[in-house]
C-alpha cells in the first residue's frame, strides 16, 4: 500500500503544483496581458519551432547510435530503430511517471533485443551519468558567465543578512553530510556507498571502451542539439529574438532543471522561462509565451514519437 500511495503521489504532486501554477500564472495578468499574451501565439513564426524540432529528432538519434556503443562494449547488439524506438518511449513515460522512462527502455530492449535487463539498465545509468556531468558543466559555465546578472537579482531579493544566514546554513549542511557519508556505518549509508561506487565505475568504464571518443563526440553533440533548440526558438517572438546568448543559457538551464526534477516541467516551465527572460528586459508576456511554445512543441515532439515508437515496434518485431 505504501508504494502505491508513493506512486501515485510521485504522479499527482507535480501535476497538481503545475495546475497551481498556470491557474496563479493566468491570474496574474490583467485581461490587457493575456490579450496581448495570446497574441505572441498568434503571430509566432513557427518555421523556427518547426527547425528547432529538426534538432530535437537529430539529438534521438545520436542517442540512439550512443547506445550502440556501450552495448557493444558488454557484447550485446540491438539495431538503431530499436533503439531509436525505446529512447522515445522512456522520454514518452517520464511525462508520466519520472525517471520511468530509464526502466521502459531496459525493458524494451530485454524484450526486442534480448539484452538482459540489468546490462541494459547499466548503460543506460552510465548514459546518464556521462550526461549529469555535461549537465553540471553547463550550469557551470553559465554561472561563471552571467554572475554579476545573478548577483544583482539576488542582492535586490534578498536582504545582505539573510543572504549570509543562508549561506552559513548551506556550508554547514554540506560539510556535515560529508563527514556523515564518510564516517557513517550505518547499513543503509554502507548499501548507498557500494551503489555510488557501482556507478562511478560504470560511468568510468565508458571512457575506455574501444569506441570513446564517438560515445563523448555524441554526448557533446546531444547537449549542443539541445541548446540549439532553445536558441533557434528565440526568433519565433521578436521581443525574445534580441536577447544575448547568456540569456539563453540561463534559461535552458533553469529549464532544463524543470523538466528534470517535475513531469516533464508541465506547469513550471513556461511560468520559470517568463520569470528568467524578464530579468533580461524581456515584457512578461512575451517571456511566458516564449516558454509555452517551447514547452508545447517539446512535449507534442515527446507524444507522437512515443505514441509512433508504441505502435512500430511490436510491427517490426512480429516474432516477439
Not at 548499501?191 to 562511478?200: E, F, N, R
Request: net charge positive; hydrophobic share 50%; charged share 10%.
Amino acid at each position: 500500500m505504501g508504494k502505491k500511495v508513493k506512486t501515485i503521489l510521485s504522479i499527482t504532486l507535480p501535476l497538481l503544483l503545475g495546475v497551481f501554477l498556470i491557474i496563479y500564472s493566468y491570474n496574474q495578468f490583467t485581461p490587457e496581458q493575456r490579450d496581448e499574451m495570446f497574441s505572441h501565439f498568434a503571430n509566432a513564426n513557427y518555421n523556427y519551432v518547426a527547425i528547432s524540432l529538426f534538432f530535437a529528432l537529430t539529438s534521438y538519434m545520436s542517442r540512439a547510435y550512443r547506445w550502440r556503443y556501450t552495448l557493444s562494449h558488454l557484447g550485446y547488439q540491438s539495431s538503431f530503430s530499436t533503439n531509436f524506438f525505446a529512447i522515445s518511449i522512456g522520454y514518452f513515460l517520464n511525462l508520466t511517471i519520472p525517471r520511468s522512462g530509464e526502466v521502459s527502455r531496459a525493458l524494451v530492449l530485454k524484450k526486442y533485443a534480448n539484452v538482459p535487463f540489468d546490462k541494459g539498465f547499466g548503460t543506460i545509468i552510465s548514459e546518464r551519468v556521462v550526461d549529469l556531468i555535461l549537465l553540471v558543466t553547463c550550469i557551470s559555465t553559465t554561472l561563471l558567465l552571467q554572475f554579476d546578472v545573478l548577483k544583482g537579482y539576488v542582492a535586490q531579493k534578498i536582504p545582505f543578512e539573510r543572504l549570509l544566514l543562508y549561506g552559513i546554513v548551506a556550508v554547514t549542511l554540506l560539510i556535515s553530510t560529508i563527514l556523515f557519508y564518510k564516517y557513517s556505518r550505518l547499513l543503509w549509508v554502507t548499501k548507498l556507498k557500494v551503489k555510488i561506487a557501482g556507478l562511478i565505475e560504470g560511468s568510468l568504464s565508458v571512457f575506455k571502451m574501444p569506441n570513446k571518443w564517438p560515445f563523448i563526440l555524441h554526448s557533446i553533440y546531444i547537449w549542443v542539439a539541445y541548446v540549439s533548440m532553445f536558441y533557434i526558438t528565440i526568433y519565433a517572438l521578436p521581443e525574445t529574438a534580441h536577447i544575448s546568448f547568456g540569456a539563453v543559457a540561463t534559461s535552458f538551464i533553469m529549464g532544463s532543471l524543470a523538466i528534470t526534477f517535475t513531469n516533464g516541467g508541465f506547469g513550471v516551465y513556461p511560468v520559470l522561462i517568463g520569470a528568467i527572460l524578464h530579468l533580461y528586459n524581456v515584457p512578461l508576456e512575451a517571456g511566458t509565451a516564449f516558454g509555452w511554445i517551447v514547452w508545447t512543441s517539446q512535449i507534442l515532439f515527446v507524444i507522437f514519437f512515443g505514441g509512433v515508437s508504441f505502435l512500430l515496434l511490436p510491427l517490426l518485431h512480429k516474432k516477439k
